[in-house]
Antibody, heavy 121, light 109 residues
Framework: QVQLQQWGAGLLKPSETLSLTCAVY????????WSWIRQPPGKGLEWIGE???????NYNPSLKSRVTISVDTSKNQLSLKLSSVTAADTAVYYC???????????????WGQGTTVTVSS | EIVLTQSPGTLSLSPGERATLSCRAS???????LAWYQQKPGQAPRLLIY???SRATGIPDRFSGSGSGTDFTLTISRLEPEDFAVYYC??????????FGQGTRLEIK
């Protein structure tokens, strides 16, 4: 059974860089796209970006200038870096697995447990 | 960017009733790229429907999805107590990436 386990610093000061890692256990890494999604307190879901095993990325245009998503295939891990954080970046951050077919999207079927990140001076 | 607008914002129903949740897109979305998720408090979202109408693994058949173009619907035929949660639609495949609707809260009446 596939599991995603994520970790990273939970408390940051404004202007610092958020750094999170998500490890994939028990399944293929190369057949999927891997996304980061966040959810501010009491609000909805916001997609941050995605990466595949070869390092091909897509980012949310509203965050693109501050986001880097990378992958370490030797460890089956993906990472998120978000620079110059502000209080508006306070949220629960999730990693998730998605599969694409030929002109088809199978959705995000496996999610990490979520990491709460708070930005406060 | 594709904007997904869900309605209603909150839906109050009783167990056993039928729930109909709407997701409207600002531009046409291929049904192949439309998904629905359920989220309960303190939990990660759970995939319910992909391809607008295909149930994900382990999802009960009381959940069904339909629609095309700009209008999509999630229907729960007979509400069970565990179905009261927040529901999100999501689209992928239209540049510049993935977007979610703002969510519909399904609460017990």
């Amino acid at each position: 059974q596939v599991q995603l386990q994520q970790w990273g610093a939970g408390l940051l000061k404004p202007s610092e860089t958020l750094s999170l890692t998500c490890a994939v256990y028990g399944g293929s890494f190369s057949d999927y796209y891997w996304s980061w999604i966040r959810q501010p307190p009491g609000k909805g879901l916001e997609w941050i970006g995605e990466i595949n095993h070869s390092g091909s990325t897509n980012y949310n245009p509203s965050l693109k200038s501050r986001v880097t998503i990378s992958v370490d295939t030797s460890k089956n891990q993906l990472s998120l870096k978000l620079s110059s954080v502000t209080a508006a970046d306070t949220a629960v951050y999730y990693c998730a697995r998605a599969r694409y077919g030929t002109r088809y999207y199978y959705g995000m079927d496996v999610w990490g447990q979520g990491t709460t990140v708070t930005v406060s001076s | 960017e594709i904007v997904l607008t869900q309605s209603p914002g909150t839906l109050s129903l009783s167990p056993g009733e039928r729930a109909t949740l709407s997701c409207r897109a600002s531009h046409s979305v291929s049904s192949s790229y439309l998904a629905w998720y359920q989220q309960k408090p303190g939990q990660a979202p759970r995939l319910l429907i992909y391809g607008a109408s295909s149930r994900a693994t382990g999802i009960p058949d009381r959940f069904s999805g339909s629609g095309s173009g700009t209008d999509f619907t999630l229907t729960i035929s007979r509400l069970e107590p565990e179905d009261f949660a927040v529901y999100y639609c999501q689209q992928s495949g239209n540049s510049p990436g993935i977007t979610f609707g703002q969510g519909t809260r399904l609460e017990i009446k």
